[in-house]
């Protein structure tokens, strides 16, 4: 995507809020999704409502860039019909401390999402360190995976990766990172912005205690929901296991170690069997 229009952007938002519907991580205003874009772009006529709002984390290295945000109460599944309707485009000034926010007049925006200081915190981050021409965030609330971090065995990333990573052979492949685990914080604290821009320096997704998950990607918005999908897919496998008395076996580690080996994948989630195994 980082060499598509803005308007293929605003649409792979809108797919990728379908998307988050249709695996049952999105319900009613659940979720937000933002691309933050290094180039100037020229802001569609249709975001006709222009005003200045301080910004909700300081964004330094995000001077210049074009922030696209969902709106606060924003219906994730409304967004296909017309992203514009449901998208804040937010041009950052000098110093990050604030921005120049363009909307549509006769559309459901009215203010940019409540967890966007997450979001600015981690576009900043990567543009600080990477200097990134694309970067998009997308936070969603799947079922399996929020069932899961409310049980004590799956609360750390070490376990939780451990149960999760064994069920498809293509899971190691995509989250070769792993799914960070952060233990419950409030919804929009600074404490969760924190520990949650952190965790994303180490993994692509992270997994939020009781709430959700959030995935970033250097490539396009639908690179971030694949992340989410192929871990909710390993956890619906994890419960559904639970569910026939935990009988499933699951990828093995030689089986795991054949798939990275063969893959050529760089992971330390994997232990490699010794040679005479
Ligand atoms: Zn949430």
Redesign the pocket.
């Known amino acids: 995507m980082t060499d598509g229009t803005f308007d293929d952007i605003l649409a792979s938002i809108g797919e990728a809020g379908q998307r988050m519907t249709e695996i049952d991580a999105a319900e009613a205003g659940?979720?937000n999704i933002s691309v933050c874009l290094a180039d100037p772009i020229a802001v569609p006529a249709a975001f006709d409502v222009v005003r200045e709002i301080l910004l909700p984390y300081p964004s330094p290295a995000l001077a210049g860039h074009t922030v696209v945000t969902t709106g606060s109460g924003c219906r994730l599944r409304s967004l296909a019909g017309a992203p514009e309707r449901h998208l804040g485009v937010v041009v950052v000034h000098e110093g990050g401390m604030a921005g120049t926010l363009h909307h549509a007049r006769n559309g459901e925006f009215t203010r940019p999402t409540v967890?966007f200081n997450s979001h600015l915190a981690v576009h900043e981050d990567r543009a600080r360190r990477l200097a990134l021409p694309f970067h998009a965030i997308v936070?969603a609330?799947p079922l399996h995976l929020t069932l899961l971090s409310n049980v004590p065995e799956y609360q750390h990333t070490a376990a939780l990766n451990d149960r999760l990573l064994r069920w498809q052979a293509e899971t190691i492949v995509h989250l070769a990172e792993g799914i960070g685990y952060l233990p419950f914080m409030v919804?929009g604290s600074d404490e969760l912005t924190m520990a949650n821009l952190v965790s994303l320096r180490h993994h692509q997704l992270v997994l939020w205690a009781k709430?959700?998950v959030m995935a970033r990607s250097d490539v396009s918005v639908l690179a971030a929901c694949d992340r989410i999908e192929y871990a909710e897919t390993a956890a619906r496998y994890e419960y559904l296991n639970l569910a026939i008395g935990g009988r499933a076996t699951g990828l093995t580690d030689a089986e795991l170690s054949r798939i990275v080996r063969t893959f050529g994948i760089t992971t330390d989630l994997v232990r490699h069997p010794a040679p005479d195994d």
């Open positions: 659940a979720g967890e936070h609330q919804p709430h959700g």
